[in-house]
């Protein structure tokens, strides 16, 4: 059986970013002194509200291929791919904060890598399919 734990790690490190963006996301708030429940009334904390669900709205997609991919594929590119998301999403959160159009580095870098990993993790289901027969 093939051990998962560097896929269990950036799995970890994955839910930590956007733990990571919530914390931003209060001290955000603190700064602008615009108190919870209110989402608008400075144009900072709005971006960053955004980018971090934007995050929340990525990451079951995210992890789901990088799982499958890891399964059926290669725990290591599936490790290192996941990675590189990580890196994408942070890029993104930094970008999208100082200003909107500067989102869409990150939001590519981690589009692409999770596009190779659902992507590749249905090739790579189909052809595990295929040679069992099941």
């Known amino acids: 059986m093939q051990s998962h734990a560097l896929v269990a790690v950036v799995s970890l490190l994955a839910v930590m970013v956007p733990f990571w963006m919530g914390l ?3 001290l955000t708030r ?4 615009v108190a ?3 989402m608008t009334g400075d144009a900072v904390l709005e ?3 955004r980018a971090h669900y934007n995050t929340l709205e990525w990451l079951p997609i995210f992890l789901t291929g990088l799982w499958l991919f890891a399964i059926y594929g290669n725990d290591r590119i599936a490790a290192v ?3 590189v998301w990580i890196v994408g999403r942070v890029i993104y959160q930094l970008g999208y904060v100082a200003e909107a159009k500067k989102r869409f580095p990150g939001f590519l870098i981690q589009a692409l ?5 659902v992507i590749g993790a249905l090739v790579l289901a189909i052809q595990a ?3 069992t027969g099941a």
Not at 113 to 117: E, K, P, Q, Y
């Open 30 to 33: 603190k700064a602008c002194g």
């Open 113 to 117: 890598a999770t596009a190779v990993l």
């Open 24 to 26: 931003r996301v209060a």
């Open 36 to 38: 919870a429940p209110a």
């Open 129 to 131: 399919m295929l040679v």
């Open 81 to 83: 791919v996941g990675v």
């Open 47 to 49: 971006r960053t509200i």
